[in-house]
Antibody, heavy 117, light 106 residues
Framework: QVHLVQSGAEVKKPGASVRVSCKAS????????ITWVRQAPGQGLEWMGW????????NYAQNLQDRFTMALDTSTTTAYMELRSLRSDDTAVYYC??????????WGQGTLVTVSS | SYELTQPPSVSVSPGQTARITCSGD??????TYWYQQKSGQAPVLVIY???KRPSGIPERLSGSRSGTVATLSIGGAQVEDEADYYC?????????FGSGTKVTVL
C-alpha cells in the first residue's frame, strides 16, 4: 500500500532554513507528483506547491516562491522541501501528499516545524 | 488570488443530513475535491472529481456540483463524522483549499 513517511520535528531560529523529507513507497514514484501543504496551529490548510516526479515540473504558490524549493531524488523515491528565511508565522505542520494538479490522495504524517528565537 | 468560500461551521443532529458548500468562480470548469481532517490527524480524501468516493469512504458521504458551487453531503450523520472538512480545487495559477468547515454532530 501507499506510504509517505516524513522526517521528524524541527525547531529553527528566525532567518534559518529548514528541510523536510518525504519517503514514498508502495507505488511507482515517477508516475505521480508530490504536493506540499502546511497548516499553522489552529488554522486551515495552505497549498504550497507540487513537483512532478515524471519530469521535475514545478508549480509554486505565489506567496512562497521566493523562499520555497521542492526537489526529488527518484533513486530513493524521496521528495524534499526547503523553506528559507524562516519567520515565526512559518510555524506549522508541513505535509507531503501524492498528487499534483489533481487530487492529493495519500498523505504523510506531517512534520511540525517551530520557528522561535 | 483565487478563493474558495466555505461556511465556518455546520451543526447536525445524529442521523440527519449535513451539507457543506464550497463556492468559487472556477469551480464550473475545474473539479472539486473534499478532505476530512480529524483533530491531530492528516487530512483524508473523501471525494474526488466532484462526486467520486475513494475506496473505503462510507456511502453516506457524497459530493455534487452545480455551476460554481460544490456541495459535500453527509447523510445519516454519525458522531465519527465530526471533523473539519476542506474543499480543494485549482485555477490557472495553482491549487487552493477552502477555508474549512467544522462539522459538529450533536
Amino acid at each position: 500500500q501507499v506510504h509517505l513517511v516524513q522526517s521528524g520535528a524541527e525547531v529553527k531560529k528566525p532567518g534559518a532554513s529548514v528541510r523536510v523529507s518525504c519517503k514514498a513507497s508502495g507505488y511507482t514514484f515517477t508516475k505521480f507528483a508530490i504536493t506540499w501543504v502546511r497548516q499553522a496551529p489552529g488554522q486551515g490548510l495552505e497549498w504550497m506547491g507540487w513537483i512532478s516526479a515524471a519530469n521535475g515540473l514545478t508549480n509554486y504558490a505565489q506567496n512562497l516562491q521566493d523562499r520555497f524549493t521542492m526537489a526529488l531524488d527518484t533513486s530513493t523515491t524521496t521528495a524534499y522541501m526547503e523553506l528559507r528565511s524562516l519567520r515565526s508565522d512559518d510555524t506549522a505542520v508541513y505535509y507531503c501528499a501524492r498528487g499534483g494538479s489533481m487530487a492529493a490522495d495519500f498523505w504523510g504524517q506531517g512534520t511540525l516545524v517551530t520557528v522561535s528565537s | 488570488s483565487y478563493e474558495l468560500t466555505q461556511p465556518p461551521s455546520v451543526s447536525v443532529s445524529p442521523g440527519q443530513t449535513a451539507r457543506i458548500t464550497c463556492s468559487g468562480d472556477a469551480l464550473a470548469m475545474k473539479y472539486t475535491y473534499w478532505y476530512q481532517q480529524k483533530s491531530g490527524q492528516a487530512p483524508v480524501l473523501v471525494i474526488y472529481e466532484d462526486s467520486k468516493r475513494p475506496s473505503g469512504i462510507p456511502e453516506r458521504l457524497s459530493g455534487s456540483r452545480s455551476g460554481t458551487v460544490a456541495t459535500l453531503s453527509i447523510g445519516g450523520a454519525q458522531v465519527e463524522d465530526e471533523a473539519d472538512y476542506y474543499c480543494y480545487s485549482t485555477d490557472n495559477s495553482g491549487n487552493v483549499f477552502g477555508s474549512g468547515t467544522k462539522v459538529t454532530v450533536l
